[in-house]
């Protein structure tokens, strides 16, 4: 597949993934939705934020960008998880919690070069799509190069202000990314939003072990590079407080990956179930650190 034919209607089975993604972003969306050179629909400004962090310029960075998926991750998912999960282990436990074979519009929020999202999208059929948001032009680029499927679509938004309406995907994701998002609570905010009654999100990122002296040592290194730390109660508290159920935690290493669902029935956010004298969600934490495949 040509850097450009995932952005061209003339697939052999019908589906248009571009042109059913362009339907699910939002009228107020200012910029065009046409396809750039690079690919991808660029639907930002072309300044990045102002004073990036040392991490956040490294991933506007083509160089980067170029080696990221065969190099930067894999050495990075090595040193974080002690003994790491492949790409492959860890690309197969997101489609399980995502319960990709399932679903129909899938969000990968900050995808980068697109290493999940060419994976979810090889598994979907009919008219579903993945789409990967990412506000690198340099990850983007080398998405469409190297991780370009007949239904997969790359978009260049802000993950603070996802550009489409309330419940617009039965799965959603952010791998390896929350930490370096200027306000991550914000954007996990967003991706609940735009996850559909029934839908689930799973998220990959830090985690401060709970000894002093590595919680210190982690907070130090993660201040020099510009990137977040977050404790084990961050991310699944946010999710109980927001309503979601089936909450699953797995500790390893200094990452931790969560799962949840969106209940299917009316939103609640914890404070109305309190208020209406129900359960609080289920919420379960495993630890594994040891060897993986
Ligand atoms: C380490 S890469 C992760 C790529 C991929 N999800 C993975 O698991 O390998 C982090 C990505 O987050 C993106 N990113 C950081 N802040 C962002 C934001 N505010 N909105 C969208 N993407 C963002 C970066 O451009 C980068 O591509």
């Known amino acids: 597949m040509t850097e450009r034919q995932f952005c061209s209607p003339a697939e052999p089975d019908g589906v248009w993934s ?20 690079a690919g991808f629909i660029d ?5 990045p ?30 040193a974080l998880s002690l003994h790491g999960l492949s790409e492959t282990a860890e690309q197969e436990r997101a489609g399980a919690a995502l319960r990709i074979a399932a679903a129909t519009r899938v969000l990968d929020v900050a995808c980068g070069p697109g290493n ?14 993945a789409i990967g948001i990412d506000n690198s032009v340099a990850m983007l680029a080398q998405a469409a190069r190297t991780n370009a499927d007949r239904r997969a679509v790359y978009i260049r938004a802000d993950a603070h202000e996802l550009p489409f309406d309330d419940g617009t995907f039965d799965a959603v994701c952010c791998f390896a990314a929350l930490y370096l998002i200027p306000e991550p609570i914000a954007a996990l905010r967003e991706m609940i939003r735009v996850l559909a009654p029934g839908g689930w999100i799973a998220i990959s990122t830090s985690y ?32 109980a407080e927001a309503g979601l159920v089936e909450i699953d935690q797995q500790l390893r290493g200094i990452t931790q990956f969560v799962a949840a669902r969106r209940p299917a029935g009316p939103h ?3 404070a109305a179930l309190r208020t209406a004298g129900a359960e609080p969600p289920a919420r379960r934490t495993r630890r594994s650190d040891g060897p993986h495949p």
């Open 208 to 239: 401060g072990r709970e000894t002093r002296i590595a919680r210190q040592a982690l907070r130090l290194g993660a201040k020099v590079c510009g990137v977040r730390i977050f404790d084990r109660d961050a991310i699944p508290g946010h999710f």
């Open 18 to 37: 571009a042109s059913i993604a362009r339907g699910l972003i939002r009228e107020c969306a200012t910029y065009s939705t046409d396809c750039t050179d």
């Open 43 to 47: 639907l930002l400004p072309p300044a």
């Open 268 to 270: 609640r956010t914890r």
């Open 116 to 129: 999940f999202t060419s994976h979810f999208a090889r598994r979907l059929s009919g008219e579903s799509v």
């Open 49 to 78: 934020a102002a004073r990036p962090t040392l991490a956040q310029r490294a991933m506007q960075s083509k160089t980067v960008a170029a080696c990221y998926e065969r190099l930067w991750r894999p050495v990075e998912v090595a």
